[in-house]
């Protein structure tokens, strides 16, 4: 084989090597932005979409739990059969609300055992409202009948007591999505991070891929080339 044409195709060969070797770094870093980029599109939309959603959920339970407290104070207070009527359906429709407030919350957070001990408290409060709604229209009717105040006074300590444990127990799921949401944004802001280095050592690695291609066809092409020409001259 011609010497010239054994040189061609080494040059050939090694041009097409140093070729690839780039290209293939150029297709590695675009790949990898955009991985980089769908992850934090992801945790990005769960974060929003999820996380901030149980904490807005919680915040409002939170709200609903401290009104119904107050609710049974306002009914355990009616003085007239219109304040009953009035204090005991705008209780029972805030029971409802919380409750529909409650199973989202919990279908949310796909925990059954909460569904489970929300449901269950629920209707305790609800039987509690009841058994008070009957206790103080008695007391309205014969308010001298001291066993009717007995019973609405201890209903009513009853009715704040649910009432608080239920607020307790959404405080609690309140503070532990806050939690939850906290240490995602964390995790997000290390993800970032952790992608901006790869990021930069990949260019790095990318400029220092030309910069050898650069130096190899100028030592090993450029010259033989020159010298070639020379040879043929």
Sequence with gaps: MPLSRRIRFGLTARTAIVAVVVALLVVGAMVMTHLAFVRQSQALQRLGSVEVE???????????????????????SAQTQPQLRHASVELGDRLEWTGKLMREFAQARGDTALADDMRLRTRLLDDNVRALDAAVREQIDAPQDEAATAAARKLTLHNQELAGSLAALIGWFAADTRSQLAEQSAQLAREVDRQRRNLLALTVLLLLAVIGAALYFERHVVRRILRLKRMVD
């Design 54 to 76: 149980q904490l807005m959920g919680a915040a409002r339970l939170l709200q609903q739990a401290g009104l119904l407290a107050s609710g049974g104070r306002t009914l355990a």
